[in-house]
């Protein structure tokens, strides 16, 4: 199975897609920000915002929206290895093997 590299615009997607999935809201009304910080053991992490109202987002939570993206939109294996990387160029980008 070859490596994919899914980049930051559709890592976002994901987390619409899983938190509208959650709250039964359409993707479109959930806008989402994606963070690194390099001082606590580079660490990944986001705030969803739907309505007004900010949820916070921890890496394992980008990780579970990534394996919906991965079976539901790519229809492949969801329990994929899923490793979250800071590109320079790129901004979050998450490495799928």
């Known amino acids: 199975?070859?490596?994919?590299?899914?980049?930051?615009?559709?890592?976002?997607?994901?987390?619409?897609?899983?938190?509208?999935?959650?709250t039964q809201i359409p993707p479109e009304n959930v806008e989402v920000e994606l963070f690194y910080d390099d001082e606590q053991e580079e660490t990944f992490t986001g705030k969803a915002t739907i309505d007004g109202q900010a949820y916070s987002l921890q890496t394992i939570h980008i990780i579970e929206a990534l394996r919906l993206w991965l079976e539901e939109i790519i229809h492949t294996n969801p329990n994929r290895g899923i490793q979250l990387q800071l590109d320079d160029e790129e901004g979050i980008v998450a490495l799928i093997h």
């Not at 994919?4 to 997607?13: A, K, R, S, V, Y």
Request: proline share 5%; aromatic share 0%; with cysteine.
């Open 1 to 22: 199975m070859e490596s994919l590299i899914i980049p930051e615009q559709d890592i976002i997607n994901a987390i619409c897609l899983d938190v509208a999935k959650k």
